[in-house]
């Protein structure tokens, strides 16, 4: 600790965002983490969602329209993002506090350059029994025929693929890049063969543009292994012009599969785990359905996400990020915060949590600002 005072600081408010709930200044009473912390509503901290860039090669329209998102956007610059070591350091504290698993997402992470570096360093993270903390990694697969085998090298151990159909010229409208979609299928055999298998491939579903690919998604990657899991289309960040009409419930699709499959349901591999589940009564293979707009899923929600500068938030469709970048490097006014600070602020900020949109979505929600998907991951 420097001679200078430690003087109390209500961390920067983040342009993006309007308005939360418990500060952080590191000053916080230290009690040595536990591995369980729990928040307002009981829930555990278990999981952490990495953004480690805000920019991505795709515009997909229900996360990055073109028009937002277009050549005068100011994406973050180099030295406003958290560096791997910073990354690392701040994962080893919420491991410490309980979390068990780390998802790298973005924006598109395998732009981020070196990646295999921090997945490296994140590998080598145990949590306080000794175990390997589950690294995962969320792509929209563009890139990943190059880069599956260093990735799976360095330690990464799942990966989720975005995948919003089969066509090609409704892939290519999706992503609104022109981007063919074998590439991502080229990817994906790739990953598998790397050793990623089984490969999770989430769809979007927005009705009227993809909603007939269902099936023939389902169809193509039934015996593979990969599991598909369609998305409810969702009102995340305030970009997307979400309708609730162009949501397809999880309720219509799961009814539009069993008039193709023998399906039946399966219980979750955990709690907490976001998708429902759907086995081929054949045995060749697995569906998955998320349905956060029609069957909110916040009670057992064990997720914070930590965007590409550091801020911390505690829901995908939270108001404000509680900035760390601040306490980790210092300024100023106050010098760059210790382990112990760091483990009492993110222990204040996640016990003071009480987040569950998708329970209280509607008209009271609808006009709440909202942090952009592509910035905090989805
Ligand atoms: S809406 Fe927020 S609290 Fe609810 S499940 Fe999603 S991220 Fe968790």
Redesign the pocket.
């Known amino acids: 600790m420097t001679g200078r005072a430690f003087i109390p600081l209500i961390p920067l408010l983040n342009t993006r965002v309007a308005s939360s709930r418990a500060y952080a200044t590191g000053n916080e009473p230290h009690t040595p983490p536990t591995g369980h912390v729990a928040d307002k509503l009981g829930r555990p901290l278990r999981d952490l969602r990495i953004s480690v860039t805000d920019r991505c090669n795709f515009r997909c329209t229900y996360c990055m329209p073109k028009e937002v998102f277009d050549s005068g956007y100011r994406f973050l610059r180099h030295a406003d993002l958290l560096s791997f070591e910073e990354i690392a350091r701040l994962a080893r504290i919420f491991v410490s506090h309980g979390v068990e698993k780390i998802r790298l997402t973005g924006g598109e992470p395998l732009l981020r350059k070196d990646l295999h570096k921090l997945i490296a360093m994140l590998a080598s993270v145990k949590t306080r029994d000794g175990t390997d903390v589950d690294i995962a990694l969320t792509t929209n697969g563009s890139v990943l025929a190059r880069k599956a085998q260093q990735l799976a090298e360095a330690g990464l151990k799942r990966i989720t693929v975005s995948l919003d159909g089969l066509d090609d010229a409704i892939f290519r409208r999706m992503n609104d890049v022109d981007f063919p979609v074998r590439d991502v299928l080229n990817g994906i055999d790739v990953a598998a063969a790397a050793g990623l298998a089984p490969i999770k491939i989430n769809m979007v579903v927005k009705r009227g543009v993809n909603e007939h690919e269902v099936v023939a998604m389902a169809r193509h990657f039934r015996g593979t292994g990969h599991i598909v899991r369609f998305i409810e289309y969702m009102d995340v960040g305030t970009s997307n012009r979400w309708r609730m009409d162009e949501v397809v419930p999880s309720a219509e699709i799961v009814q539009l599969l069993a008039h193709h499959f023998d399906l039946d349901p399966v219980e979750p591999n955990y709690s907490g785990e976001?998708a429902e589940r759907w086995r081929h009564r054949d045995g060749s293979g697995e569906i998955g359905v998320i349905s956060?707009v029609s069957h909110?899923?916040?009670r057992a929600?064990t997720?914070a996400r930590l965007s590409t500068e550091g801020k911390l938030y505690l829901?995908?469709?939270a108001g404000l990020g509680h900035d760390l970048r601040t306490l980790l490097r210092g300024s100023e006014l106050q010098p760059a915060a210790t382990d112990s600070q760091l483990e009492a602020a993110i222990g204040h900020i996640w016990r003071a949590r009480d987040?569950?949109?998708?329970?209280l979505r509607g008209p009271l929600t609808a006009p709440m600002p909202k942090v952009e998907m592509s910035y905090i991951g989805g």
């Open positions: 976001v956060s909110a899923f916040c929600c997720r829901c995908l469709f987040d569950r949109y998708s329970e």
